[in-house]
């Protein structure tokens, strides 16, 4: 059984910072990219941030670059999603994702709500 746990969410204040986990179980994790998407009320999910198999190549959206950084450890079989700087606007439901292009399979996590709010 497939399974995307995050964790690391919560209400931060303008400005702060907070550090996303998903945990995977029942996958390769090494074979599959992974990348976290968002979706605030009443929005579309969009994608926040991915990372290549084996770390090599990252990809932001324009409206966190320079703020959030993902990095994995394939040890752990883990992904990571360090958010600085904090907006309101970084308000979501935050997602992990695992792709594996060769295969085809797409597995999603739970979510995790982020807050930014004084």
């Known amino acids: 059984q497939v399974q995307l746990v995050e964790s690391g969410g919560g209400l931060v204040q303008p400005g702060g910072s907070l550090r996303l986990s998903c945990a995977a179980s029942g996958i390769t994790f090494r074979n599959y990219a992974m990348s976290w998407y968002r979706q605030a009320p009443g929005k579309e999910r969009e994608l926040v941030a991915g990372i290549r198999r084996f770390g090599g190549s990252t990809d932001y959206a324009d409206s966190v670059k320079g703020r959030f950084s993902i990095s994995r450890e394939n040890s752990k079989n883990t992904v990571y999603l360090q958010m600085n700087s904090l907006k309101p606007e970084d308000t979501a439901v935050y997602y992990c994702?695992?792709?594996?292009?060769?295969?085809?399979?797409?597995?999603w996590g739970q979510g995790t709500q982020v807050t930014v709010s004084s």
């Open positions: 994702k695992a792709e594996n292009s060769y295969t085809g399979n797409v597995y």
